[in-house]
């Protein structure tokens, strides 16, 4: 699950055009690239969940985004849900190294303000690619994950894991309270919440999450949910 693609180390040639296009990520796969209008602040690649597209994970993220500054990165999986986290066939990180590496050879990306989010099976991968990439993704934030499969760690990455306590698709107890403290043990930075409701994603934590992808952004004061130590 390691990616090749990193910030251009020189002024790149072309430039980012705002707003929403297509991006071609393998022949008849395609994702979505959200630039915002104004200064560009960072860069977030965010999964979508097992039988979702790219547009619902562009939708998650595209209102806090643009008033941060941030452009993102909206992959679609080859299947129904992420292959690398079922199977040792893995087409969607080689798709996506080229589609993220696309992208920052547009614009002079601050390395540090370069993240990955997910909800759901999406949450699992990110999570897995942040553990592997750590170098390239210094912020992780995972709603709603599973599991993750990262084998080797490189970096250290911060963390920021949401979860409802009265989640029935990917249960709490068998995921986040046991990924979040294996985290922890691990040195890893990981500010997690807990809430009342399902599998979904609480507005509040998007907009949490976003001002930790930008560098010169102004801390949201969002309305939090119960933590667990």
Do not use: K
């Amino acid at each position: 699950m390691q990616l090749s693609a990193r910030p251009a180390p020189s002024p790149p040639a072309t430039t980012l055009t705002p707003g929403t296009t297509a991006l071609e990520l393998t022949r008849g796969r395609r994702g979505l690239l959200h630039v915002p209008h104004g200064t560009v602040t960072g860069l977030v690649v965010t999964l979508h969940g097992a039988g979702g597209q790219a547009q619902a994970a562009l939708d998650l993220l595209r209102s806090e985004a643009d008033r941060q500054g941030l452009v993102v990165l909206a992959p679609s999986s080859a299947g129904p849900s992420w292959a690398g986290l079922f199977s040792r066939r893995d087409p969607d990180t080689a798709a996506l190294d080229v589609a993220l590496q696309s992208v920052l050879d547009r614009h002079p990306f601050d390395p540090g303000s370069v993240s990955v989010a997910g909800f759901s099976d999406g949450a699992s991968y990110a999570l897995s690619l942040g553990l592997a990439n750590g170098d390239l993704f210094r912020r992780v934030v995972a709603f709603s994950p599973g599991f993750e499969i990262a084998g080797t760690r490189r970096g250290h990455p911060r963390f920021l894991v949401t979860h409802g306590v009265r989640d029935t698709v990917l249960p709490i107890e068998r995921t986040s309270r046991r990924l979040v403290p294996a985290l922890r043990r691990e040195g890893y930075d990981v500010d997690y919440h807990e809430f009342d409701d399902g599998h979904v994603v609480p507005p509040r934590y998007v907009a949490e999450a976003v001002p930790g992808w930008c560098p010169r952004a102004e801390p949201a004061r969002p309305q939090r949910g119960p933590r667990r130590p």
